[in-house]
């Protein structure tokens, strides 16, 4: 089990002593969960979480998100429980955006919500349009197959930046979409990373993904669930296709395969 350590540095993210269950207690998914993120101030950080399915690592995504509350223990965001004025945008697998809106009016949703003169969003949802490459775009409506899957999902990047920079909550983002789209909306996170200096929280089953996008990798086990491996990845910042080539790289993927089958036998 990984333990809860205090530090000097600012803690972006904290979930301390988790535990979730179901049916009166009697079904426990997670039990005794500790997760610490720290601020990395101009640089910015990729976590990534890796595990089987139903382990709950969609579920630690919800809790930062304010989307559901765990049985017992607290999560924290900036040091304060997660609430109405703290939540963090999530980015979901399945295409979250309306389609009776316009790609220009569901990137600047958020806004629209805290009251922001439509012409004030409309001109800072076309800075995340231009950003992510959807310029042209903004006046089409965001659904299939008017837009493509990488499209739309590009807008729901730029949606949660919009309302919030500093964190990024990323669940299976790219599951749908096709490896050439995969691979342009990779190289996009990482541009986003070193421009605004985020902290991506990103959950997959690509372990070449999670060695491409992570500086820290977080293994959970299966149910009842808690992070067991922490793997640090000692690639440099500056990515591109070529770092999937070198060797570091090869044998972070081996390192972490075999990690998660160590994980998978503990049952």
């Given amino acids: 089990m990984l333990d809860f350590k205090d530090t000097e540095l600012k ?16 079904t426990v998914i997670i039990k005794d969960l500790n997760f610490l993120i720290e601020d990395k101030p101009a640089q910015g950080q990729f976590v990534v979480i890796l595990g ?35 939540r963090v945008s999530m980015v979901f697998q399945q295409y979250s955006s309306l389609p009776w809106m316009t790609v220009l009016d569901n990137v600047g949703l958020a806004l629209r919500y805290k009251g922001v003169p439509k012409k004030e969003r409309d001109e800072k949802a076309m800075e995340l349009i ?35 920079s500093d964190i990024l909550l990323m669940d299976e983002p790219f599951g749908a979409l096709d490896i050439q789209t995969r691979i342009q909306m990779q190289d996009l996170l990482l541009s986003i990373l070193h421009r605004f200096h985020s902290t991506i929280i990103f959950v997959t089953h690509d372990i070449s993904e999670a060695v491409y996008l992570g500086d820290d990798i977080y293994i959970m086990k299966s149910a009842p669930s ?21 060797q570091r790289f090869v044998d972070l993927v081996r390192e972490v395969e075999d990690r998660m089958i160590s994980v998978a036998q503990l049952g």
Avoid: W
Wanted: proline residues 4%; hydrophobic residues 35%; aromatic residues 4%.
């Fill in 11 to 26: 803690n972006i993210i904290e979930l301390r002593g988790i535990t979730q269950s179901y049916d009166n207690g009697e």
């Fill in 130 to 164: 231009e950003l992510v490459g959807l310029a042209g775009h903004e006046h089409k409506f965001a659904q299939y197959p008017t837009l493509s899957g990488g499209q739309l999902q590009r807008i729901a990047i730029a949606r949660s930046l919009i309302a919030n």
């Fill in 226 to 246: 808690h992070f067991v491996e922490h793997i640090k990845v000692d690639l440099p910042l500056e990515r591109s296709r070529d770092t999937k080539r070198e």
């Fill in 52 to 86: 089987m399915s139903g382990c709950g690592k969609s579920t630690i995504l919800r809790y930062i998100a304010g989307l559901q509350e765990p049985t017992a223990g607290s999560v924290l965001v900036n040091g304060q429980p997660v609430g109405a004025d703290n």
